[in-house]
């Protein structure tokens, strides 16, 4: 059953335009993430890491976001058009086939989007002429933003289901962002979703995590998706989508 709802979701993407956008920001990031680089060479002076800073700041902490909660209000965009959710909630299909199928949907768009980001710094490394030697950390970084992403497209799906607008949830996710930045700065950024998109993405730091702080950051976010899972299935059972 989730597998057919995972194809179905497929087959509305096949003719859709979302791949520009996805391709668009981070192209975006790197630009002027690059720019910033080579403009203040005299300062930043660690090379790959200073070229993170640049790229992963507007990338992270602003267009990825915002790139999620695209994803998530396209992804109930057909529901929300001529009352479908009506027709689907009263198919033989279970809530939580509905809302995964969906949130594979949107992890499996994100998890191309940070390959593409990640092939797009590579290649701007090499054109501003740094080393040879590329840093391992950058993997881990990419690799827990995707798990962060995750997280928090599965708060942007809920939002997204439970509101019809398709602007309304990309707002909310920008305000979040600016709570998720103060949380963070307050050291307790391990307790909102959006911070963990930070801390997983190492925006504003490039420390590496240690062990516990790895292994928390983890813990939260099985704990955010599988919390909010609950939350919007539940939802779907007990209560009328608005169509």
């Known amino acids: 059953m989730l597998q057919r709802c995972i194809s ?3 087959l509305k993407l096949r003719h859709s335009h979302i791949w520009i956008i996805l391709m668009v920001l981070p192209v975006f990031s790197i630009l002027i993430g690059g720019a910033n680089y080579c403009f203040n060479q ?5 090379g790959w890491y200073s070229l993170w800073t640049q790229v992963s700041l507007f990338y992270g902490e602003f267009f990825l976001p915002v790139l999620i909660a695209i994803c998530c209000a396209y992804v109930c965009r057909l529901e929300h058009m001529n009352k479908n959710w009506n027709a689907l909630m009263t198919a033989p299909i279970s809530p939580w086939c509905v809302f ?7 992890g499996v768009l994100i998890l191309t989007v940070q390959i593409f980001f990640l092939t797009l710094y590579l290649c701007a490394g090499r054109l501003v002429g740094l080393p040879q ?4 950390e950058t993997f881990g970084w990419i690799f827990r933003g995707w798990v962060a992403s995750v997280t928090v497209s599965a708060v942007q799906l809920g939002l997204s289901i439970r509101i019809r607008s398709f602007a309304v949830p990309i707002g909310i996710s920008i305000c979040a962002v600016f709570i998720g930045l103060g949380m963070y700065v307050a050291k307790v950024g391990m307790l909102f979703p959006y911070s963990l998109l930070t801390i997983g993405m190492g925006v504003l730091s490039q420390e590496s995590l240690t062990s516990i702080e790895k292994t928390l950051f983890y813990m939260m976010n099985i704990i955010f998706i599988v919390l909010v899972c609950v939350i919007s299935i539940r939802h779907l059972k007990k209560a009328d989508v608005i169509a």
């Open 8 to 10: 179905a979701e497929w």
């Open 42 to 46: 005299s300062v930043l002076t660690n």
């Open 100 to 106: 995964l199928s969906k949130l594979f949907i949107v």
């Open 133 to 136: 030697q590329f840093p391992a």
